[in-house]
Every structure is written in structure tokens, then in C-alpha cells.
């Protein structure tokens, strides 16, 4: 299986602030043959299902903030959020969908400093 | 309205049964691989299992195999989770999630508002 990891667990910055939150996969999630990293991000705010962000790594999800951006490569992959707002507080997590089984992230919990 | 409504959750004791239900509307259900994610209280998301549009495939977690089977009636617009022997490892909110894209992707752009499952005596 392919293990995801992602840092910090947790992460406090303030409003306007950027917020990067780091997810590492313990093998390449790139298709060579497509060149697409099969990577997603997802957002959780308390009570509620996860909603899509981000996929291949950094197509924005319809509908989803600017501040919202996604890059990496390989193994190495990190979600940005530009200038953080109050509705930003949440869990993230990061997906692979490379192979079965799909694989998550321990998440993040992103909150106001 | 596209949106997707679990139900069927509910207190079971160790060792018992559950079938969960997933109702699909606004969306050609048969379109799309759909996919059962669990989130254990204060926890984090863990992929259950997976099954085709047309229903002839299916995939599980190591930890449900052979415990739980993943079916769908599209004429219904329905999925079921049926699980058996639980433990209270099983003890989670389980989602009912769609795929992105028609065929198969692996990320979900619809879930639904989950249903707990609690495995307790």
C-alpha cells in the first residue's frame, strides 16, 4: 500500500497569511505514460463531509478559491492556500488514487493564530 | 439536485450485521465508480471499498475483506454495504463518495453527509 504522510498535524497562521500544508507518498503516484500525478486534496470542516480541492496534484476543483493552488511531483506535493480566510479552518487531507487501495493522509488541522 | 444520502447506520453489537444503503439523485448513477470511505470518531479518512459502474467489479480494504460486500442497483439508483462480523474497529462514520469523472478515477467530487455505524455491547 502506499503510505501518505503529511506535515505538520498541525498548523496556525493568521488571517491573510499563506498556509502550506506538505504531503508525502512513500512511492511516485506519477503515470508516466500520462505524465498526471494522481493526487488529490480535500478540505473537512467540523460535521461535514470532505469536499474536493484539488486533483492531478493541481487542477482546481469547480468552484474552489484562487488562494487554493496545489503543486508537487512524484512523491512530493504541497497545498497552498494564498491568504488564509476565517472559512479556511479545517482538516486537509491529501489522496492518492495512483493505486488500489486509495490511500489518505493523516490530515491536517488547519486553524487562526 | 446531485446529492447522495446514506442510511441504515445504527448500534449493532459485536459480531452482528448492518447493510447500509446509498441513495443517488441528480446523476446517471451507472455513469460512475462509486466508492464507501469510513472515518472512525476524531479520526482520520480510510478507503472501504470500491465498485464499478456496471456493478461485475468490485475492490476492498484489507481490513473489510471478506467481511463486507459492496453492490449497487442502478435501476434503483441505490448502493448497499452489506457488513458482517463487525468489531468495534468498525465503529465509523461511513461515507458514501462518487467519482470525479465517468469510467473509474480514484478522487470524489460527491459525498454524502455519512451515516455512524456504532459497534458496542
Known amino acids: 500500500d502506499i503510505v501518505m504522510t503529511q506535515s505538520p498535524d498541525s498548523l496556525a497562521v493568521s488571517l491573510g497569511e499563506r498556509a502550506t500544508i506538505n504531503c508525502k507518498s512513500s512511492?511516485?503516484?506519477?503515470?508516466?505514460?500520462?505524465?498526471?500525478?494522481?493526487l488529490t486534496w480535500y478540505q473537512q470542516k467540523p460535521g461535514q463531509p470532505p469536499k474536493l480541492l484539488i486533483y492531478?496534484?493541481?487542477t482546481r476543483e469547480s468552484g474552489v478559491p484562487d488562494r487554493f493552488s496545489g503543486s508537487g511531483s512524484g512523491t512530493d506535493f504541497t497545498l497552498t492556500i494564498s491568504s488564509l480566510q476565517a472559512e479556511d479552518v479545517a482538516v486537509y487531507y491529501c489522496?492518492?488514487?495512483?493505486?488500489?487501495?486509495?490511500?489518505f493522509g493523516q490530515g491536517t488541522k488547519l486553524e487562526i493564530k | 439536485e446531485v446529492q447522495l444520502l446514506e442510511s441504515g447506520g445504527g448500534l449493532v453489537q459485536p459480531g452482528g450485521s448492518l447493510r447500509l444503503s446509498c441513495a443517488a439523485s441528480?446523476?446517471?448513477?451507472?455513469?460512475?465508480?462509486m466508492s464507501w470511505v469510513r472515518q472512525a470518531p476524531g479520526k482520520g479518512l480510510e478507503w472501504v471499498s470500491a465498485?464499478?459502474?456496471?456493478?461485475?467489479?468490485?475492490y476492498y480494504a484489507d481490513s473489510v475483506k471478506g467481511r463486507f460486500t459492496f453492490s449497487r442497483d442502478n435501476s434503483k439508483d441505490t448502493l448497499f454495504l452489506q457488513m458482517n462480523s463487525l468489531s468495534a474497529d468498525d465503529t465509523a462514520v461511513y461515507y458514501c463518495?462518487?467519482?470525479?469523472?465517468?469510467?473509474?478515477?480514484?478522487?470524489?467530487?460527491?459525498w454524502g453527509q455519512g451515516t455512524l455505524v456504532t459497534v458496542s455491547s
Open positions: 463518495a462518487k467519482d470525479a469523472a465517468a469510467g473509474a478515477t480514484g478522487y470524489f467530487d460527491l
Open positions: 441528480g446523476f446517471t448513477l451507472s455513469s460512475y465508480a
Open positions: 465498485i464499478s459502474g456496471s456493478g461485475d467489479t468490485t
Open positions: 512511492q511516485s503516484v506519477l503515470y508516466s505514460s500520462n505524465n498526471l500525478n494522481y
Open positions: 492531478w496534484a493541481s
Open positions: 489522496q492518492q488514487y495512483y493505486n488500489l487501495p486509495y490511500t
